[in-house]
């Protein structure tokens, strides 16, 4: 008798527990979720839909069409397979670079090593604004405003935020593993490329992922290094497709949306995809504090 | 014997990280030199450049009343979205720290906008904060308040830019997560039998133990912050180009005014001086965090890098 009164109150104010914490996280969710919905419905009205007093979040009929009229507005493939083309040889770039640098680091003892680790780390800090200017100097002598290259080429030459976190995970790899084919006669090329990287392939899942979604992403580069419409990333293209009709009478905002629909569903399908390996690259930095 | 190793060592070592150093060499401290150079000199790009000394540090400080109005503008948007970023990534991550079923969708819900393109988000922010049939508006007038102008007005833009950079707290919230379920449940058993509460608990256990996670967030966010550039670039202003900045240069950053400098007027030297300026108070700001991190981040014994 007793037992079972005990056992109900405990379950009661578990119960009401649970009740109150669904309900604030519920109600955060909508207030975190409101502008995706709200990006959902305004591409799915018409102009006059879009301007409507009350607004309709549920439009009578849902515009399909405004996606495939925002996708030649663009021109949306073009661009998307610009930014396939720079995004896949910025990962080849990075993945090798990095992971060359953080093997020295981590498994070879030489002179200066430590320091230049410590150099690697701080150039971290530098924000790009200071190299900014002189790069684009350099890009511009070298004949390379409005090709892919400025944005490539620098991939290949290491990333010290890439580095450091393969470093990391590369230490926690044991060095019996090493010696071992030390023993069968592997180099230490053959030791990186048959060992460590098969080893190593959460870490470099990680940093692929988010080299994907950065270079993706990327707004700041291809501003200035990419003028002509032809050669523009799709976050380019939609920012001039923007300021194209931004302010010119009746905005098309439902095709706005739209595009930037399209635009942000690589994303979010890849961190649906890989949620762990996004949690795993931010927290690696932050709890080394 | 061993010196044959060494050397085998030493020439493997830098064969490996050679890519890094050719880089780091090429595309971080030669550009950084040279960028110190360019500081002291005139230089539109078109003509070659010439020496003009301190001439373009002394010009941003004595009679260039844009370059104050984006330190203003700057300083104002760090002093708010820096720490309302913290309180609230935090917040949600006790909230998110709790064994309940379902809680994954949760993260993932809070956690996805900070991981979307900024660009598309910002132009989903401006028709959000379209004074007329926004979003925002819309919700206010539900609840009988007029909204303001948002990125029109001079008062509320960086207020609208700030409240915008809020739905992106999911980086920092993961940090903070992450470092709370690093806590050992063992700590919070003894405090309990020594009859602390919760909220002593929680100010002597759980916020010592993730201070280092908060340290981080906390540079990071202000480093972040002062480089804020693509949600003013691509929100405000007109169509015209040049007009980036808002009402009265009210979100005219201090990298949007680099931008511009460089980019849009050519004065090459300015923009670089500008450039170290944005340096400095990055720097100045991360050394005084850490020298004051000293005295409120705990590191457990061994721990500290």
Known sequence: ?289 | MKTAAHRRNFWSGYLFIFPWLIGFFLFTAGPMLASIGISFSSWSMLSAPSWVGLANYERIFTEDPLFLRSLGNTAYYVLFSVPLTIVLALGLALLLNQRLPGIGIFRTIFFLPSITNLVAISILWIWIFNPEVGLLNRALAVAGIDGPLWLQSETWSKPALILMSLWGVGGSMIIFLAALQGVPPELYEAAELDGAGHLRSFFHITLPMISPAMFFSLVMSLIGGFQVFTQAFVMTGTTQPGTEGGPNNATLFMVLYLYKKAFQDFQMGYASALAWILFFFILVFTLVQKKLGQRWVYYEAGDRP
């Open chain 1, 1 to 289: 008798m007793t037992e079972t009164t005990r056992f109900s109150t405990v379950f009661r104010a578990a119960l009401s527990r649970y009740t109150v914490m669904y309900l604030l996280l519920g109600a955060l969710c909508l207030l975190f979720l409101a502008p995706f919905a709200w990006m959902l419905s305004v591409s799915g009205h018409d102009l006059a839909g879009v301007f409507a007093q009350p607004y309709r979040w549920i439009p009578d009929r849902y515009r399909w069409e405004n996606f495939s009229l925002v996708t030649s507005l663009l021109p949306f493939w073009r661009y998307a397979a610009n930014t396939l083309f720079i995004t896949v040889f910025v990962l080849v770039g990075t993945l090798l670079s990095c992971s060359l640098a953080a093997y020295g680091f981590s498994r070879i003892r030489f002179r200066g090593r430590d320091t230049l680790f410590a150099l690697c780390i701080s150039t971290m800090m530098l924000p790009g604004q200071v190299t900014m200017i002189p790069l684009y100097m350099l890009f511009v002598s070298l004949g390379w405003i409005d090709t892919y290259f400025p944005l490539i080429v620098p991939a290949f030459f290491g990333s010290p935020f890439y580095i450091f976190l393969l470093r990391q995970f590369f230490m926690t790899i044991p060095r019996e593993y090493d010696e071992a084919a030390v023993l069968d006669g592997a180099g230490r090329l053959r030791i990186y490329w048959s060992i460590i990287l098969p080893l190593a392939r959460p870490a470099l899942a990680v940093v692929a992922l988010f080299t994907f979604v950065g270079t993706w992403n990327d707004f700041f580069g291809p501003l200035i290094y990419l003028n002509s419409p032809e050669t523009a990333t799709l976050t380019l293209g939609l920012s001039m497709l923007k300021s194209q009709v931004v302010g010119t009478g009746a905005t098309q905002w439902h095709l706005l949306m739209a595009g930037a629909v399209l635009i942000m569903l690589p994303n979010v399908l890849i961190f649906f995809l890989a949620q762990k390996h996004f949690v795993k690259g931010i927290t690696v930095g932050g709890l080394r504090g």
